[in-house]
């Protein structure tokens, strides 16, 4: 008996050991969101942490109940089909997808089935990346911010602004797939404008300067900076640049204004990544990314820097400074 008896306890305190082990390996495993995204980690700040603000409000936490594998490619869009291979190959559990359509065109290409959450700067219907706006069908939702389709905008706002410069310089990224929209969009807006756009490219910063030179050479007198997150990952740059060869320019979102260039419009980024990380909750609670309707911008901003302006020469009309939302003086 006592043998027996030394025979169950052993027995019971291996349980105790095992038990935990068993506990664990039922638990759920965590899941993982695969963040890729065309350009840096530093510019994607305001981008990410608006995404796990809303993501935190649907009840997930990064280390907590959530983990992330992020891919940034550095403003080297060919490295996008790679990354997101990586991610699926991982797997996760759903990806999101930011700085331009190169990162989504490349979730897309990847993968069928992982849910993927973009923030898409065109038409998303157009580019045949959903079926339609309220029911997006297949496994892709999100939101889009337009930005490839208000160049024209842009460029009335510019010639506004500058109504003199009748020939307009326009800086467009080979590598983004909306290049071409871009500039059909621009060269359709000219005539009605009475202006004459030279497109010029680049997509690696060491071009910047080259570029200035020649359209300085063209005598272009203006600068359209094209909707681009490469751009905007250096936009210092261009903002120097741009001030070094006098040239008003205009830019796609507000911090290129707040940081010295002459004059920003589009949409608040950041609302579109909030927008993301909410749907990417609901879609870790269950619900399928083909019955979220994708989300189109509601709010613009138009941002004018009048000491850029004063230090460049350009008189803005008093009827242009009260349509802005936001003057920097």
């Known amino acids: 008996m006592a043998i027996g008896r030394r025979r169950f306890i052993s027995a019971m305190s291996g349980a105790a050991v095992a038990w935990p082990l068993v506990a664990r390996a039922q638990q759920p495993a965590m899941p993982v969101i695969g963040w890729l995204y065309s350009v840096s980690a530093e510019t994607g700040v305001p981008t990410l942490a608006a995404f796990r603000k809303a993501l935190s409000e649907a009840g997930y936490v990064e280390g907590r109940n959530v983990a992330f594998e992020y891919r940034w490619a550095n403003g080297n869009y060919e490295r996008l089909p790679a990354m997101a291979a990586e991610l699926v190959a991982r797997p996760v559990t759903l990806i999101v997808t930011g700085g331009g359509d190169s990162s989504v065109l490349a979730a897309k290409a990847a993968t069928s089935t992982i849910p993927i959450v973009m923030v898409s700067g065109t038409d998303p219907v157009r580019e045949g990346l959903i079926a339609s706006l309220n029911r997006p069908g297949g496994n892709i939702t999100g939101a889009?911010?337009?930005?490839?389709?208000?160049?024209?905008?842009?460029?009335?706002l510019l010639h506004e602004a500058v109504p003199?410069?009748?020939?307009?310089?326009?800086?467009?990224?080979?590598a983004n797939p909306s290049a071409e929209l871009q500039l059909r969009d621009v060269r359709d807006a000219a005539p009605r404008l009475g202006v004459e756009v030279i497109p010029f490219t680049a997509s690696a910063e060491s071009e910047f300067e080259g570029v200035f030179a020649a359209i300085t050479q063209r005598q272009a007198t203006a600068l359209l900076v094209g909707a681009d997150p490469f751009f905007n990952s250096r936009r210092a740059r261009l903002i120097a640049l741009a001030a070094e060869h006098r040239l008003p320019a205009i830019y796609e979102w507000r911090l290129f204004a707040v940081e010295g260039g002459l004059m920003s419009y589009g949409t608040v980024l950041t609302d579109a990544f909030a927008q993301a990380g909410t749907y990417a909750g609901r879609i870790l609670n269950g619900e399928k990314p083909a019955d979220l309707p994708v989300v189109l911008p509601?709010?613009?901003q138009f941002v004018i820097n009048l000491k850029t302006a004063k230090s460049l020469g350009v008189d803005i009309s008093p009827t242009l400074s009260a349509r802005a939302?936001?003057?920097i003086e």
């Open 298 to 300: 509601t709010n613009f």
């Open 325 to 327: 939302d936001e003057v």
């Open 144 to 156: 889009t911010v337009f930005a490839s389709e208000m160049e024209s905008k842009r460029l009335g």
């Open 164 to 174: 003199a410069a009748k020939t307009i310089a326009v800086l467009f990224n080979p």
